[in-house]
Every structure is written in C-alpha cells, then in structure tokens.
C-alpha cells in the first residue's frame, strides 16, 4: 500500500464531496490531526473506519486501500451502426464479467477478531495489500506480546515483540507474517507476558464481508515442512532442540558454544547462562537481570541502567546474547517454577 497515494485519494474525494478536514472528522468521530495524517500520507484510517468512510464517499472499500478508482471502459460514439454496438457491448461485458471473476471476485475479505472481552480486531485481505489489526481491551503491566498458530500441539512463531506488533501491514509473500497469518486464521492464538507470568488468548475470526466469486484462484502454499519457521519453546525438550539450532553442543551435560572472543555456556538443570574468555567472565540466571562480571580478577555485579565504565568491554561480549537466550526461554523458566522445580 502506497500511503501518499491513498491520502492523495482521500483528500480528492473529500474537496469531490465539498467536505471539510472538520467534517469529516465529526462524520467519522475523531480528530482533525488524524484525517490530516491519512490525507498527507503519514497514517492509514483504522480498519473499522473502512467501510465508513466507504458509505461516506460512496466508493468501494478495495479503493481506499489501492488509492484509485478502476478506469471504466468506453463505448463507440453514436454514430456507430446499433449492431456493432449490441456486438462489442456483449464482449466487453462478457470480458469485464471474466476478468472480475478472475481477478476480484473473493480477492476482497474482511475478518473481524476477537477473543471475548481480551481482544478485538479486524483482519482485511485483498490481492495486493492486507492489514492485521488486533487491539487488548486491557494493556497495564504487559511486558510483551507474541503472535503464533498452531498445528496440533506445536505453536510456531509468527511475531513478537511489544504490543505494537499486533498491528501488521504489508503484501502477501511466502514465509513473511501475512502469508502465515492468511493460510492459519483459525489458529491464531495471541501469549500475553506480564512481569512473572503469561497466558495464551485464542483468537476468533468471523469473515463479516467477501466479494463472492464463481471462479476462486487461490494461492497455494507448502507447508509440509515447518523447518523454516521458528518453533516457540515451551519445555526443556524445545529447548534443547532449539540450542542445537543456534550452535550449541552438548559436552559433559551442558550447552556449549564456541565463539571467537569465548565460550558461552548453558546450564539447563541450573536455570544458568555463561560465557567464559581469557579477560571476561560473565553469568547470569533466567530469572535475574544481574549479571555478574570478572574482569582482570575483579568482580563486578551489573543491574540495569548501572554506569558499566569499569567493565563495559565485557558486558558487551555477553550483554546481547545473555539477552536473547532469556528472552527465548523465559517459557521453559515460568513452565518449570509453575511445576515446582
């Protein structure tokens, strides 16, 4: 989607319609600044919005979103003989006809999600562009979100990240988050992480709007192979799998990495990360934001947003990958303190 070109289109239709910024906020109940955003192309309209402002400037929704009208096809003037005219008309028709239900006819949907009170949203499918919105009725003390389906039993990830990940935008190509989200709409689950916990939402979709078609092209996908997708980790078992996947061999009962400047450790029955040089060592637990440091014999203990001059070489040899490997486990972490162990 081109957002200069829909705002341009947008601010046609509106000076069409003889309709001020002002009106048309009041029409659509929001700000003036937000039609002004979708006018200069610095944002979208929300996905409830559409078929409003739709209604509004009497065109199709499929417009708004392609930020132009469809050219519509001319006839021979009047002076054409009438049966030329009846045998054109007919194939232009009969082409219009086939084109359209070759190229439009069920290419437009729109989904509505929700999950109960947690979380409503709508997800809009067209050929060229699609937009996921899913919005929680309630974001205090969430830390992050994750977006996955599943298959059977195994969850494998779409995106995470904060709670702005749940608004995606983009064209349809395989492998990307749409192109998941499209051929799992009926599995889509959302994890919600708060300081010490999680919970899993499952996701409802409803298709509320579809331009019916006689002839439906659908693209098909491979999925007999999920090894390109990215398993989420619920138990030591993924664990161990995925560490593997990013380097690790087993030595001695622990997950061991080596890199160029060290090794990183992983101990899974110790809940513990390390990383081992000649000048730096590092540890830290899943469970900590401390990570202890010694540096030239000296020890240190780094918290958050501490000055780190004395130490900085090092903590920046282990500060990233400490990070990613707690946040890709904090799962078999909660899962474990849940179970006692």
Known sequence: ?????????????????????????????????????????????????LERISELYNVKVEYLLNGKLTETIGYYNKKTKMKSIFIITLVIVFSIFTLFFLTAFNKFKIYELNSGDVAKGYFVSTTDYNVFDLKLSNTENIDRVMLYYKVGEQGYLIIKGGLSVLNIMGEYKYGNEIDMIKNHLNDLYVRIYYNDSYEDIKINTELIHVNNSLINI??????????????????????KKDL????????????????????????IDKDSIEFKSDNCYAST?????????????????????????????????????????????????????????
């Not at 491979?222 to 990215?230: G, I, V």
């Not at 014999?297 to 130490?311: F, I, R, V």
Request: charged share 30%.
């Open 1 to 49: 989607m081109d957002l200069n070109k829909t705002g341009k289109y947008l601010k046609k239709l509106r000076e069409e319609n003889n309709l001020t910024q002002s009106d048309i906020a009041s029409k659509l109940g929001v700000s003036v600044q937000a039609v002004s955003k979708w006018e200069t192309g610095k944002s979208f309209p929300d996905v409830g919005l």
């Open 218 to 239: 659908k693209h098909q996908s491979d999925y007999s192979n999920y090894k390109d997708h990215e398993i989420i980790i619920n138990n030591i078992d993924d664990m």
């Open 244 to 267: 593997v996947s990013k380097g690790f061999v087993l030595k001695d009962g622990l997950y061991v990495k080596e890199r160029v400047d060290g090794e990183v450790i992983v101990d």
């Open 285 to 341: 637990l899943f469970n900590q934001d401390l990570i202890k440091l010694v540096v030239n014999g000296k020890e240190y203990l780094h918290k958050p947003l501490d000055s780190m001059a004395e130490y900085e070489d090092c903590l920046l040899l282990v500060d990233f990958e400490f990070s990613s490997l707690k946040s890709d486990y904090l799962e078999v972490y909660m899962n474990r303190k849940q179970k006692g162990f």
